[in-house]
């Protein structure tokens, strides 16, 4: 009886080896960044006083301020969409050095060139960040038409697989 039990242990244990584990890679993300604007299509309306619709293409660079690897040095780019009669807002890239790639979007919530704030949530990526979520703020400043530096904080969650599964990155 006493084999039995043990054999039917190791053979529990065996097939739990073989079947994938949840986990999360999660944290605190303090990121900062400078960007500078490469396209900017402006539209003036008439309909209103000073309405304004444009888009802006930024590029930069961003780093892990806190030194840990989670976009730290990572390729960070940003198109804005701005109707100056409603909020503006559009979306963040992030392209790490082994080409994973991390999507957001934002919204401005105060501020007037140069000094803008808002909040930004992950809405997907690709590679190790495959499935990302979570959420943040932005506080921008723009040094001139053309450059700007983004510091960023906020809190990220990524679903990996452990334990009996390949990984896919």
Same mark, same amino acid.
């Given at each position: 009886m006493r084999t039995a039990y043990?054999? #039917?242990a190791i053979v529990t244990l065996m097939l739990g080896a073989n079947l994938p584990a949840a986990a999360e890679d999660s944290g605190h993300w303090h990121g900062l960044s400078v960007l500078v604007a490469t396209d900017k $299509? +402006? +539209?003036k309306l008439e309909d209103q006083p000073n309405h304004m619709v444009y888009v802006a293409e930024y590029d930069?660079?961003?780093?892990n301020g806190d030194g840990k690897p989670f976009? @730290? $040095?990572a390729r960070y780019q940003v198109v804005a969409f701005t109707d100056t009669a409603i909020s503006?807002?559009?979306? $963040? #890239? #992030? =392209? @790490?050095a082994d080409?994973? /790639?991390v999507f957001a979007k934002y919204t401005v919530t105060e501020g007037k060139l140069p000094d803008l704030r808002g909040t930004f949530e992950f809405t997907g990526g =690709?590679? /190790?960040?495959e499935g990302i979520t979570g959420n943040g703020t932005f506080h921008d400043v723009f040094g001139s038409d053309k450059a700007a530096w983004d510091?960023? +904080?906020g809190e990220y969650k990524i679903p990996t697989a452990v334990a009996g599964t390949a990984s896919k990155n």
């Open positions: 043990l054999s #039917f $299509k +402006v +539209v930069g660079a961003v780093y976009l @730290d $040095k503006p807002g559009g979306y $963040k #890239f #992030f =392209t @790490d080409g994973s /790639k =690709t590679g /190790k960040y510091e960023l +904080v």
